[in-house]
């Protein structure tokens, strides 16, 4: 079992930003491509961001592209995802991701483990 925690979301303004992180324990960390979804209310979840095991390849939804900023450190198991300039449509539940092998399984749904999702609130 992978074990993932989120944290960093919040309360902020439109335009203003935010940095989530997720920190991995119970697995290789390293091993695994890593990715970000989000919920809505009334929403499914959808694809924000991904990340390969070693940084290599980075994936972004186009509603974020330009926007966020999706980083790991394999050294303290932990990915982040930076995100700025942010609008009220961005106002989701965040939740990690992780998929041992190619970060196409991120982008295709097919994950082994999620986070229990973190806050995002973007005020206009």
């Known amino acids: 079992q992978m074990q993932l925690v989120e944290s960093g979301g919040g309360l902020v303004q439109a335009g203003g930003s935010l940095r989530l992180s997720c920190a991995a324990s119970?697995?290789?960390?390293?091993?695994?491509?890593m990715g970000w979804f989000r919920q809505a209310p009334g929403k499914e979840r959808e694809f924000v961001a991904a990340i390969s095991w070693n940084s290599g390849g980075t994936y972004y939804a186009d509603a974020v592209k330009g926007r966020f900023t999706i980083s790991r450190d394999n050294a303290k198991n932990t990915v982040y995802l930076q995100m700025n300039s942010l609008k009220p449509e961005d106002t989701a539940v965040y939740y990690c991701?992780?998929?041992?092998?190619?970060?196409?399984?991120?982008?295709?749904?097919?994950?082994?483990?999620w986070g229990q999702g973190t806050q995002v609130t973007v005020s206009s």
């Open positions: 991701a992780a998929a041992l092998g190619n970060l196409r399984l991120i982008i295709t749904t097919k994950i082994d483990y």
């Open positions: 119970g697995r290789t960390f390293s091993s695994y491509a």
